[in-house]
Each structure stands twice: as C-alpha cells, then as structure tokens.
C-alpha cells in the first residue's frame, strides 16, 4: 500500500467522521457516522487501538449488529440493542 493511501485512509476514517462508539473487538473500535447516507445505510470504521494500524471501513450497521450476533464484536454500554436488531 502506498503511503499516499496510507494517508487518504487515515485522514477519512477518523473519530471526527465517525464520532459514535458502537462496538469494541481485539484492537479495534468500531466508530458509525452519525447519520444515514443517500441510501439509508450508516457506515461504520474500524479505528485501531494501536499505533501499528491503519483505520478502515468496517461496513454498515447492520453488518456490525451480525458481528456482535456472532460473537466476532463486544457492543458498547448503550449499544446493547445492537446484539437483538
């Protein structure tokens, strides 16, 4: 990967784009936007709890709430209706 990705990726997978905590997973966090986009979906990143990581998109919503179905992501207090949607 080429360091100019490197850096378009961190610069748009940041808290800043996606400023809600939804769910936790092995170093990782998974951060949603905060509203729907032209579609109706709200995407998700993947933002590293370690420096030797680079952020990514981590799908949509719904496809965090399977991940916590499955086991694969811990939700946050508060988020807990995750795990049933």
Known sequence: MTI???KMMC???HKGNFPMLVAHSDGWDIYAKAEKDENGSIYCAAIPTTPDRLPHGYGTIHHVSRMIMQGHLRPVI????????
Do not use: V
């Not at 508060?78 to 949607?85: I, R, S």
């Open 4 to 6: 100019e990705a490197k």
């Open 11 to 13: 610069d748009y997978y």
């Open 78 to 85: 508060g988020n807990l209706h995750l795990a049933a949607a």
